[in-house]
Structure formats: structure tokens, C-alpha cells
């Protein structure tokens, strides 16, 4: 028997295709037959309750509305409402029993609170139905199924697989949704006489967005019986509000006429979904379909699919993430070494970055333009002026952050006429009058939907009772999409901010905002404590030059996979944005030779062939010391840095001698010192800033400086034993400084010779 479409919907009057969008579905004003809802008050009066009583608890319904909870359906399972309360344990099911002849009286009841408004909502079902007996074996078992899958496609079959399984539904899918909300079925577990959704869209429509926000606020939704006949709730408006009760967090809600219509013409006969949640949004659901009459899931593995299900999203999230970051880490990599090149070109700004290949790169675009101070510079397959100059208009957001679309004849149509160019763009921008953009061609999709007719003989080969086609009034089944660009992804946005913050300023000025986003890279590469070692103290300074705040300067303290510590302080030529670049490309890529494995002198010499090949001119010394914590001993490596300085026990100093040539050099090898610290004995790395000074000699700063040392008790404060030392060479300082001075405090090595330097063990 078809009921009538009001029937599903007391509440409100029946929706129809053309208003389901605005339907109120979160008030129906009704529940499914196969449980009992009950509202009550602060005083646990029954005040609203479906009027199914009669076949829940054998009793009518006027013997049951105003009454107290304890006297409806038993003080146990009034108790344990109270407790669920109490300990706000709410969406989740007790099991209680409930006196009484009727069919909660029969067998144990799964009881579930939740509020809704001022009223708490109790709603039980009889304990049973189909699926797996569930335990916490079998969804651990299931978890590591999911665990070892090895890629994304691979976690989406297996977690149909799982919940199939654990359901018995005859067929279960994994549906995602696209960023205008159309679904795609990208995993499937079915019968095998069913013919296969696997790779069918279906339009955002289908599920509008009010029963998109239901499926964030209620992960698990079951229709036992398509054909269900709805239990109003009684009464349908709450006497004291006047309005219908929310059942947003129901189990039992009745659902829209208009989706049982939906579902019946696909021939399916009950059903439920599980909500697959990422980042707080709903990234698709999982899909489940009989079609062999009524199909009641037991609570229990409701619970357990729902366990499955948000252990799958986050697995997904974890693997997306994963994928996310090796992109964005990439393009990172890609923008820093972009900077360095703009900041290092002599020309104008803007044409650097237009014409560097990297520009395109960093997001996959392939064309590319910038509009500052009324020129237009473009890179690469671009349309004409004037729609370059429309598409920032749509696009440049007031903030001038990162704005995307990859359907630009969407927000004009007569951008359809370059889409072969330009059918997506992305924009960052400063002003109205200085824009970037980056645009992607069209490029051809072909989607099947889910009204693919044919699929008819399929489905006629399977019987009358199983229909593909979810909608009677698609015609059109395949759509070939000709005028979109490939989407933008969240990273896209996120590098082109990037370079906004950190180039657009330079960009445009080239002033004080150039200088302080170099500065400001200064200084998250360079340290600003120094971090603790097992028996050594270690104290480092950096002082800028007076009259210039952004220099070449850097030291670093990193471990090794040896369990060494390398020390480092190195020193590229010059100063400002050419220098701070430089700084920041040589370090990292110390950092990482470092991490392979190498030696500090093969380091240099890599290094040296980095700087050579890569900076185009640019030189820079560095001092590498690595340092075994346990033994004190010190292999070193020098790259035209001026020498260390070794503080002996008995005040006596000694400086290793300079290895190779300067960074950029390009020719020379690396050596390799030994040194052994004692206890109480001290090594000193530094800039060329500590020692030159104006008008005085180099070799006499030297002899001042040991001379200096001698006299600084090596036991103090190192605070202490650093401004001594930056008192010891007197004069104007010209240059940024950089000192790190390293003290030996463990036990003394007794197996070796504490010379000043050692040839390697």
C-alpha cells in the first residue's frame, strides 16, 4: 500500500521535487515503526511520545503521555536515563529491560538519550536483528584489515568490504563528495548478481544541504523497511513551545517522503548510511542497500559499521594529509629557492618572477600574470587582456588572499569563450591595481551519472525488483564537461599565500618590506636558544652590524643519525636580501648532506659545488664541528672561516688551521681535524665580526683575542666568559657577529691523548 507523502511528514506539509531543497526534514513530526521515542521534562513527565504504544508497551497512548518516565517504562530503564544523563553519556545505547506485555516486555531494549531543546529524548528498540554478533575482537580485526590497505582506493573497497560484512546489506558503497557536493561511488561491496554503481555520479540534488548538515550532527541513519509505515508523535507540536521536536539525533526519525521515493526506484527495500567525517566536514558516506525486503540492523553493529566508518575517514584524512604534505613540501622547497633567485636578480621584480619557470610550476598552472603600477607582465598560454582583467575582477578578494575557481564561465558566461585557456584561474593580490594570477585550460571530463540508461538491460537481467536508474527523470546520463580547468587543491591556495606574504611586498616596493621578509627568514633559521647536551655546555650570541640589521650570518646545533651533534657557523658574503637568501639555502642544504651521512668535509666540498653551480657568485664560509658528547672528541671540517679557538685547562689556546678554500670557490678539497676536549676545556667558533675591526690589523685582532681568552676564567657563567671575550678586541664592530662557545662539563675520556688535534681513530 502506497501511503500518503503526509504521512512520512506531520509536521509540515509534503515536499515536492521542485521544494525538497528547503524541506524541514530535522522536524518531521514522526518516527519509524521499529522503536519508541519519548520526550520528557525537567520533572520527567512524558510530554511527547510516539503514538505507536499500543504495540511497544501495550498500552494507549493516554496512559502514557503526562505520565512519569519510571511509570512508562520501568525503573531500571528510568535509572539508567537518569545515569546517562548524569554522566553525559548520551548517544550512546544501554541495554535495559522494560516491563510489560507489549514488544519491548519480550527481550533486553537498547535504550539511547539525547536532548532536543529543553526536552530529553529516550528512545528505545528491542534488541536484534541482522548482522554480526559484534565484539571487540572483530572490530579490531577489521580496523587492521583497514590499517594494511596501501592506498586510498584500496582503504575505500576494503571499508565497504568490512561493513557489508558486518551489516549483511546486499550491497554497501563508499561515496565522496566533489567540492560542489555531487557524489561519486568510489568503492563498492555488492552482490554478485547486482550490476555495478562503481564510478557513477549523482548530482547535488540528491542530497541537499540540510540533510548534509543531518549527516554532521548524526553519523549513522537506518531504514529498517522502506515500505515503513510512519508513527506520528503525539502530540506533533510540543504544548509548550508550539513547535515540532527537533529529532536531528533520533535513531528513529522518519525520513523524507521524497527520499523514499528515491530509494524505491532503485529498487531498494531498506537502507542506511554512515557518514564519513573530515576536518569537521563530511567528506562522503558509506552507502548501504538491500533489496530483498525489510532489513533491521541491531543497534550494536550500527555502532560498530559507525566505528568502522569514522576510523576510515581518518585513515583517509591521514593519507590525504600525507599526500597533501609531500606536494606542499615540494612547492615549498619549490618558493624558497624562487625568492632566492628573485632576490638575487638585478632586474626589475616583477619580470623576474613572470619569467622564471618556476612560476608556473609552483601551483600547475600554464600561464601566469602579473598587473602592478598599470603594465601587464604574462607567462606561458594566456587569453587576452581584457579577460584577464574581468577574471581578477571576480576573483580578487578584498583581504587579497588566495581565491580560486576552475569554472570561470560560472561567474561570467562570457568567459566560456577562452576556456581554452583559461577556464580557471587562481588570484592573489595587493590592490585592486596589483593582482597575480595563475590560470589552468579546459580540460574534457566525461561523468557518467546515475541514470545511465544502459544500464536498463542490466538491471532487467536482474529482475523487476532491483532498478539502477535512481531517478526517473534524468535523461541525459553522460555529460561530457569541456569548459572546467583541473581543480584547485587546498595546498595550491595555501603556496600562493605563501608567496604573497612573502614576495608581494617586494614585489610592488622593494623597500622595507623586501628587507623584513628577509629578516624575518632570518630569524626563524637561526636559533634564538641554545638547546642542552649531555657534559657539554653551550652558549651562542648573534649581534647584527650597527647600521645593518639583515647580514649572512647563521649558526646551528642538530643531531645526527650517529648520535653525534654537529655545531655549525658559516658566514655568506654580504648583506640583505641576496645575503639572508643565501644563508637560508646553504644551511638548509648543509642540514640536509648532513642527514645522509656524509662527512663534514665531504659536506663542504658538496657544498661548495651547491654554491658553485646554484647562487650564481655568491661565497660563504662555514665551520662544521661534530661532537661525540660521551668522549669529547671533535672531528672538524673548514670552509674559509676563520680558525676555531681551543681554550686548554691551563689557559693555553690553540687554533686548528683553515681547511679548504671558501664556498663558490669551486676548486679545493676539505681536511679533516681532530680534536679531544677534557673536562673544564673550551672551543669557540665565530664570525669574521669578532676579529676585524676598523683600522686594525687582522693578526693583531688575533693575538688580542688569545690574549684576551687567557685572562677570562674558563670555569664562570659562559654569559660571563662571552662578554669578556667581546670586550677583548676592542674597536667599532663593522660586521653582523655570530660566536658559539662549546665547554666540555662530562667525565674525562682516560683511553685517549688530549692533544690539540689528532688524526682520525
Not at 587562481?426 to 590560470?439: F, G, K, T
Not at 652590524?545 to 651533534?565: N, S, T
Not at 639572508?580 to 659545488?609: F, K, N, W
Request: with cysteine; glycine share 8%.
Amino acid at each position: 500500500m502506497t501511503l500518503p507523502l503526509s504521512d512520512h511528514t506531520p509536521a509540515y506539509e509534503a515536499a515536492s521535487l521542485s521544494t525538497c531543497d528547503r524541506e524541514p526534514i530535522h522536524v518531521p513530526g514522526a518516527i519509524q515503526p521499529h522503536g519508541l521515542l519519548l520526550a520528557i521534562d525537567v520533572e520527567e513527565r512524558v510530554q511527547i511520545v510516539s503514538a505507536n504504544t499500543v504495540d511497544m508497551l501495550d498500552r494507549p497512548v493516554t496512559d502514557v503521555r503526562g505520565q512519569l518516565l519510571h511509570d512508562v517504562i520501568g525503573r531500571e530503564a528510568a535509572a539508567a536515563v537518569r545515569q546517562a544523563l548524569a554522566d553525559e553519556h548520551l548517544f550512546v545505547a544501554q541495554r535495559v529491560r522494560v516491563p510489560g506485555s507489549g514488544l519491548l516486555g519480550r527481550s533486553a531494549v537498547d535504550l539511547v538519550v539525547h536532548h532536543s531543546g529543553d526536552r530529553v529524548v529516550v528512545e528505545l528498540e528491542p534488541v536484534g536483528g541482522a548482522g554480526q554478533v559484534v565484539s571487540y575482537r572483530t572490530a579490531r580485526t577489521a580496523v587492521g584489515r583497514l590499517a594494511q590497505t596501501r592506498s586510498l582506493s584500496e582503504l575505500c573497497d576494503q571499508l565497504a568490504t568490512e561493513i557489508r560484512s558486518l551489516t549483511g546489506f546486499d550491497r554497501v558503497m563508499v561515496y565522496r563528495f566533489d567540492a560542489q557536493w555531487n557524489g561519486e561511488v568510489v568503492a563498492e561491496d555488492k552482490r554478485p548478481d547486482l550490476n555495478s554503481f562503481r564510478g557513477l555520479h549523482y548530482p547535488a540534488t540528491d542530497i541537499p544541504a540540510q540533510a548534509r548538515r543531518l549527516y554532521t550532527v548524526n553519523w549513522t541513519r537506518l531504514i529498517a523497511d522502506i515500505g515503513y509505515a510512519p508513527v506520528p508523535l503525539d502530540p506533533v507540536l510540543d504544548a509548550t513551545t508550539g513547535e515540532p521536536l527537533d529529532l536531528s539525533h533520533s535513531t528513529l526519525r522518519s525520513v523524507s517522503p521524497i527520499h523514499v521515493e528515491y530509494l524505491s526506484n532503485m529498487g531498494v527495500t531498506a537502507s542506511m548510511s554512515v557518514s564519513m567525517i573530515s576536518d569537521g566536514e563530511l567528506w562522503g558516506l558509506v552507502a548501504c542497500h538491500h533489496y530483498s525486503g525489510p532489513h533491521h540492523v541491531s543497534f550494536d553493529v550500527r555502532s560498530a559499521a559507525e566505528f568502522l566508518g569514522q576510523t576510515g575517514s581518518q585513515m583517509i584524512d591521514d593519507r590525504q594529509r600525507a599526500d597533501r604534505r609531500l606536494d606542499q613540501l615540494h612547492a615549498t622547497t619549490e618558493l624558497a629557492a624562487l625568492v632566492a633567485r628573485i632576490g638575487a636578480n638585478l632586474g626589475p621584480v616583477h619580470d623576474a618572477l613572470i619569467a622564471d619557470p618556476t612560476t608556473l610550476d609552483l601551483v600547475g598552472a600554464t600561464g601566469a600574470a602579473i598587473w602592478v603600477d598599470g603594465r601587464l607582465r604574462t607567462a606561458g598560454r594566456v587569453p587576452e587582456d581584457a579577460a584577464l582583467h574581468r577574471i581578477a575582477g571576480l576573483l580578487r578578494s578584498d583581504t587579497g588572499s588566495a581565491v580560486s575557481s576552475n569554472h570561470l564561465a560560472e561567474l561570467d558566461p562570457d568567459l566560456a569563450a577562452h576556456s581554452a585557456t583559461a577556464a580557471g584561474a587562481l588570484v592573489i593580490s595587493n590592490s585592486a591595481d596589483r593582482w597575480m594570477m595563475w590560470i589552468r585550460p579546459a580540460q574534457v571530463h566525461v561523468v557518467d551519472w546515475g541514470g545511465d540508461p544502459r544500464n536498463k538491460e542490466l538491471a532487467a537481467a536482474e529482475g523487476p525488483d532491483v532498478r539502477l536508474s535512481p531517478r526517473k527523470s534524468f535523461e541525459r546520463w553522460r555529460e561530457v564537461v569541456r569548459d572546467r580547468s583541473d581543480p584547485w587543491l587546498p595546498w595550491h591556495l595555501e603556496v600562493a599565500d605563501q608567496l604573497r606574504s612573502t614576495v608581494s611586498h617586494e614585489l610592488v616596493r622593494r623597500s622595507r618590506e623586501h628587507v623584513a621578509v628577509a629578516e624575518s627568514l632570518q630569524r626563524s633559521l637561526v636559533p634564538t636558544e641554545t638547546p642542552e647536551l649531555a657534559d657539554f655546555d653551550l652558549l651562542a650570541r648573534y649581534r647584527p652590524a650597527a647600521d645593518i640589521q639583515l647580514g649572512g650570518d647563521w649558526w646551528d646545533v642538530f643531531a645526527l643519525p650517529d648520535g653525534r651533534v654537529a655545531v655549525t657557523v658559516g658566514d655568506v658574503a654580504g648583506h640583505g636580501v641576496t645575503a639572508a637568501a643565501a644563508m637560508a639555502q646553504v644551511r638548509t642544504s648543509l642540514r640536509a648532506y648532513a642527514v645522509d651521512g656524509h662527512s663534514p668535509a665531504e659536506i663542504l666540498d658538496r657544498l661548495d659545488r651547491f654554491v658553485a653551480r646554484m647562487l650564481g657568485g655568491q661565497t660563504a664560509t662555514v665551520i662544521m664541528a661534530v661532537i661525540d658528547t660521551t668522549t669529547g672528541e671533535v672531528e672538524l671540517a673548514n670552509a674559509g672561516h676563520p680558525p676555531p679557538l681551543v681554550v686548554r685547562a691551563d689557559g693555553t689556546t690553540t687554533q686548528p688551521a683553515t681547511g679548504r678554500p671558501l664556498l663558490g670557490a669551486g676548486t679545493g678539497s676539505a681536511r679533516t681535524d681532530w680534536v679531544q676536549l677534557a673536562p673544564g676545556e673550551m672551543m669557540l667558533l665565530y664570525t669574521d665580526g669578532l676579529v676585524e675591526r676598523r683600522g686594525v690589523l687582522l693578526d693583531e685582532s688575533f693575538d688580542q683575542l688569545r690574549a684576551g681568552v687567557a685572562d677570562i676564567p674558563t670555569d664562570g657563567p659562559l654569559e660571563d666568559w662571552i662578554e669578556g671575550l667581546l670586550a677583548a678586541v676592542p674597536g667599532t664592530m663593522d660586521d653582523d657577529l655570530t660566536v658559539v662557545a662549546l665547554r666540555r662539563s662530562g667525565p674525562t675520556r682516560r683511553d685517549s691523548d688530549p692533544s690539540t688535534t689528532m688524526d682520525p681513530p
